[in-house]
C-alpha cells in the first residue's frame, strides 16, 4: 500500500475525521445523558423532600412528644424508604435527628455512610455523595420552618445506580457502534475516494496515450468548475503549444531537407563529370572522388531526414491497398540481390506466398529495403542474408536474418533511435547517418506492426517486423499459395 498516495491521505483523513466525530458525539452525548438523568434523580428527590416538608408541617402541630413517632409513622406510610433503596432524613437546627430512614434492612443506605449536615444550610441544595463499592447516591436538601417557628433540613436521596448502569449501557452500544462506523468510513471514503479521482485517472490515461505522433489529441475536461476543469484546460493548452512547436520544427526539417536535395544532386551530378573527366591528374581525382563520398553520404543524410518529416506528418501509410508481403519481399530481395554479389554474399529468400498484409506497398518496400541493405553492409562477404515472410497467430512476419558482425547487447535497446549508430566509425564508413532503422520503425508503427532485433555479436543478427495479417482476396489464385522463393547468388 501506497501511505504517501492522495488516496490514502485522503481516505485516512476522511475515516479518522469521521472517527473522530463520532466519538466526541458520543461522548458528548453520554455526559449530557448522566448529566440529564443525574438531574432528574435530583429534581425527583428534591421534590420527595418537599413532600416530607409537608409531612412534617402537618405533624409539627402536634406535641413534641408525638413529634417524631408520628412524623416516622407518615414517612413510612408513604415513602417506605428502608424497602426502596431511599435515603430520608429530617434534622432540627443545631444538629438533633428528628428522622432518619432504617440503616439496616435489604436496601437500606446507611446515614452513617452519608453523614452529618453541615449547619447553616441553604434553602435549597443538591449534592452527589460517594458510597461503598464505587456506587455513589445523590442527596436534595429542602430547608424548611414549621408553624412553631422551629427550622428543619429535611433531605432525601436515592442512590446513581439506574443513572449508571443506563450511561454504561449507552457506552457499550457507542463502543460496539465504533467497528461498524469505522467500517462505514472506511467504504464509503474508499467510495468517495475514488468516484472523485475518477477524472483524474481519465486526465492521466489520456495523458499517457499522447506522445509525439498524437499532439493532435487533447485530454477530457472534467466540467466540474473546479482546478480539476482548469488544470485540464491547462494541459490542453500545453498540449497545444507543443503541438505549434513540433509541427514547426518538423516543417522547419522538411523544408531544410527538401531545399537541400537539388543543390545535393547537381553538386553530385557535377563532381561525378569531373571525376570522370580522361585528363584529371591523379592526386585531383583522389580529391575530388573523396568530395564525391561525401556529398553522396550528405545525400543519403537528406533523403533520411526527408522521409522521417514525411512520415512524421502521417504520410507512412498514406495508400493503403492489399498486397502480398511475400510477393513483395521475394521481389525486393530479387532487386537486392547483385547488392549481395558485389559483397559475395548469399541470399536466401523464403517467402510463402499468401501473407496478405494491408498498408502502404511503397513504405514497406522500404522497410525491406533498410533492413536488406543493413544486412548487405554489416555482413563480412562469404556469409549469408536470409529472408523470410511467413504468416503465424493472425500475423504476418517478416525476418530478415544475416551472418554479420552482430549487435552488442547494450546497443539493442537504442537500435531504433533517430541518429543512433553503433559504431559511428564503421557506421560512417558505410555511409550511414543512423536514420534507416528508425524509418523501420516510424512505418511499422503507422502499419500497427513491430519491429524487434535480436543479435549474437560476432554471429549475426535477425530483425522481425510484425504486421496485422489480412484475409486473401477471393481471386488470390490458389496455384501461387505455399510457393518458396531461393535465391542464390554466390
Ligand atoms: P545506418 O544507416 O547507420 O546503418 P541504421 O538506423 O540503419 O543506420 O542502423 C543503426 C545502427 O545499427 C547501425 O549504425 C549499425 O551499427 C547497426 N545495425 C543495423 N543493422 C545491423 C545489422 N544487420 N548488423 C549489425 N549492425 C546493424
Redesign the pocket.
Same mark, same amino acid.
Given at each position: 500500500m501506497n501511505t504517501r498516495s492522495l488516496r490514502f491521505q485522503l481516505l485516512t483523513w476522511y475515516a479518522g475525521l469521521l472517527l473522530g466525530v463520532f466519538v466526541i458525539i458520543g461522548v458528548a452525548t453520554y455526559l449530557a445523558l448522566a448529566r440529564s438523568l443525574t438531574g432528574a434523580l435530583e429534581e425527583s428527590q428534591m421534590r420527595r423532600a418537599r413532600q416530607v416538608a409537608h409531612l412534617l408541617a402537618d405533624v409539627a402541630k402536634a406535641p413534641h412528644a408525638f413529634l417524631q413517632e408520628r412524623l416516622a409513622q407518615e414517612i413510612e406510610t408513604s415513602f417506605a424508604p428502608g424497602q426502596n433503596n431511599r435515603f430520608i432524613r429530617v434534622t432540627a437546627e443545631g444538629g438533633a435527628t428528628v428522622y432518619s430512614s432504617p440503616s439496616r434492612g435489604e436496601a437500606a443506605i446507611d446515614p452513617a455512610v452519608v453523614g452529618d449536615p453541615h449547619w447553616p444550610v441553604r434553602a435549597e441544595e443538591r449534592r452527589t455523595i460517594p458510597l461503598p463499592q464505587g456506587r455513589s447516591m445523590v442527596l436534595a436538601g429542602h430547608k424548611f420552618q414549621a408553624s412553631d417557628g422551629k427550622v428543619y433540613l429535611v433531605e432525601a436521596g436515592a442512590p446513581l445506580d439506574s443513572v449508571q448502569s443506563d450511561s454504561r449501557k449507552w457506552l457499550m452500544f457507542l463502543a460496539a457502534m465504533l467497528p461498524i462506523v469505522g467500517s462505514i468510513a472506511l467504504g464509503g471514503g474508499y467510495f468517495l475516494v475514488k468516484r472523485a479521482l475518477t477524472p483524474v485517472d481519465r486526465i492521466s490515461a489520456s495523458a499517457e496515450r499522447i506522445s509525439s505522433h498524437n499532439l493532435g489529441e487533447r485530454l477530457p475536461v472534467a466540467q466540474t468548475g473546479d482546478e480539476l476543469e482548469r488544470l485540464s484546460i491547462a494541459l490542453n493548452l500545453m498540449i497545444h503549444r507543443l503541438d505549434d512547436s513540433f509541427q514547426h520544427s518538423r516543417r522547419f526539417v522538411a523544408d531544410a531537407s527538401h531545399e537541400l536535395r537539388t543543390p545535393l544532386t547537381i553538386l553530385r551530378g557535377e563532381l561525378e563529370t569531373f571525376v570522370s573527366e580522361p585528363e584529371l591528374p591523379p592526386d585531383w581525382r583522389e580529391r575530388l572522388n573523396t568530395a564525391l563520398e561525401e556529398v553522396v553520404r550528405l545525400s543519403?543524410i537528406v533523403e533520411?531526414l526527408f522521409s522521417i518529416s514525411r512520415l512524421d506528418a502521417g504520410e507512412a501509410a498514406a495508400e493503403r491497398a492489399k498486397f502480398d508481403l511475400a510477393q513483395l519481399a521475394a521481389s525486393t530481395a530479387d532487386q537486392m540481390s547483385l547488392l549481395a554479389e558485389d559483397k559475395n554474399l548469399r541470399v536466401i529468400c523464403n517467402a510463402t506466398r499468401g501473407v496478405w498484409v494491408e498498408g502502404d506497398r511503397a513504405r514497406l518496400k522500404q522497410v525491406i529495403v533498410?533492413?536488406l541493405?543493413?544486412?548487405i553492409?554489416?555482413?563480412p562477404g562469404g556469409g549469408t542474408v536470409t529472408l523470410g515472410v511467413s504468416a503465424r497467430d493472425n500475423k504476418a512476419i517478416l525476418e %530478415?536474418t544475416?551472418t554479420?558482425?552482430?549487435?552488442p547487447a547494450e +546497443?539493442l535497446p537504442r =537500435?531504433?533511435e533517430r541518429f543512433?549508430? %553503433?559504431?559511428k566509425a564503421?557506421?560512417r564508413e558505410?555511409?550511414? +547517418?543512423?536514420?534507416? =532503422?528508425?524509418?523501420?520503425k516510424s512505418i511499422c508503427t503507422a502499419h500497427q506492426g513491430t519491429v524487434e532485433?535480436c543479435?549474437t555479436p560476432g554471429a549475426?543478427?535477425t530483425?522481425r517486423v510484425t504486421l496485422p495479417l489480412e484475409v486473401a482476396p477471393a481471386d488470390a489464385g490458389k496455384e501461387n499459395h505455399a510457393k518458396t522463393y531461393e535465391l542464390q547468388h554466390s
Open positions: 543519403h533520411g533498410n533492413l541493405d543493413n544486412a553492409k554489416y555482413t %530478415v544475416d554479420g558482425i552482430g549487435i +546497443a =537500435l531504433f543512433f549508430r %553503433v559504431d564503421r557506421s558505410q555511409g550511414g +547517418a543512423g536514420l534507416g =532503422l528508425s524509418i523501420v532485433a543479435s549475426g543478427s530483425f
